[in-house]
Every structure is written in structure tokens, then in C-alpha cells.
């Protein structure tokens, strides 16, 4: 039986958006503001300038100055796994949000996995889902080799190795959720 404090702890879950940020002047803009018009609004966000040297740090500090849920750090180039984990050190909510930042998300994402998240009687440890790739004439699914669904931590151990990979091919997903505590 879920106690009282769990169920308000359900109630005002906060989200850490981790987003890496290498080279990505052309569609950072556009992604930043796609995580500003979430409908659930307790989240922060964290970008990780992964040692840009193109407009990429400016537009993100640009953003950042003007919203409180944005934090900048700017560090070395040391690739896409180094950045996610420098913005797991700094993340402050219940769950983390991984997005690319080349990548934008619907203004409902939030609002859906708070949804989610707050109706299963399980502490969950991920939810997996999938991901469009969006061009100018049609828009494919992305495919991942891990399935999309919602993943205790019994179910975790199958799908590490993908996870922690720098790799494209081995693990491509729109967005993963982690259980942070």
C-alpha cells in the first residue's frame, strides 16, 4: 500500500532534462524553446556544451539568462557520454530526461510521463519510447533495439550494454527516463 508522503512524492515529480550539445547551432534554438512549451512546468534543465565552437553555447546561455529552469555548463569536448554524465551529477529532479540537441520534443512529453509515471503502483526505473525522424518530404520511426515500454529495475540489466554506449547504431532512442535518487 503506497503511504501517504509516496503518493504526494507522485504528485510533484520533477524532471531533469539532460541535453548534450555539440555543434548544433542550426537546431538548438528550435529544441530549447520545444522544452520551454512543456504543459507540466516542474522540471530543470540542464544543457551540456560538450566544447561547441560554433553559436551553440551562445544560444544556449542566450536561453538560460531568460529562464531560471535552464543551467548552462560548458566543458571540453569528451563526447556524448561524458556530457549526459556531467548532467546526471548536476540533475536535481525524481527523473531524468534524456533528448539530443538536435532533436525537439512535444509540448505534452511532460505532462504524459508525470501520466504515466504517477498511475503504476511500481517504482518505475525507465520508460522507453520511441522517436520520429522528421524531413522535409515525410517522417520515419526511429527503431531501437531495445523496446519501448515501461522497465523496473529487474528488467534494466537486459538493456545496459546498449545504454552506455557512444554509439548510434547500438542504442538510438528519442528519450529515456531513469529513476534518480
Known amino acids: ?8 512524492k507522485r504528485e510533484h515529480i520533477k524532471f531533469s532534462v539532460i541535453v548534450p550539445v555539440y555543434q ?9 524553446e520545444s522544452i520551454q512549451a512543456q504543459t507540466y512546468t516542474t522540471y530543470e534543465t540542464i544543457v551540456i556544451d560538450d566544447g561547441s565552437d560554433d553559436l551553440s553555447p551562445v544560444i544556449c546561455d542566450e536561453i538560460a539568462e531568460k529562464d531560471h529552469r535552464f543551467k548552462v555548463i560548458h566543458k571540453e569536448r569528451a563526447g556524448l ?16 530526461v534524456y533528448v539530443d540537441g538536435d532533436d525537439w520534443i512535444n509540448p505534452n512529453l511532460l505532462e504524459t510521463l508525470h501520466g504515466i509515471i504517477s ?12 522517436a520520429d525522424e522528421v524531413y522535409f518530404d ?13 522497465y523496473d529495475k ?8 546498449y545504454m552506455f554506449t557512444d554509439t548510434r547504431k547500438a542504442f538510438r532512442a528519442g528519450e529515456v527516463i531513469f529513476g534518480h535518487s
Open 119 to 130: 498511475s503504476q503502483n511500481v517504482k518505475l526505473d525507465m520508460v522507453l519510447y520511441g
Open 154 to 161: 529487474s528488467r534494466l540489466e537486459s538493456i545496459y550494454p
Open 1 to 8: 500500500m503506497e503511504s501517504r508522503i509516496d503518493h504526494i
Open 24 to 32: 548544433e547551432e542550426k537546431y538548438i534554438r528550435k529544441y530549447l
Open 138 to 150: 515525410h517522417v520515419g520511426k526511429i527503431t531501437n533495439k531495445v523496446p519501448d515500454g515501461l
Open 81 to 96: 557520454v561524458s556530457a549526459r554524465n556531467t548532467g546526471v551529477k548536476k540533475a536535481t529532479g525524481d527523473y531524468i
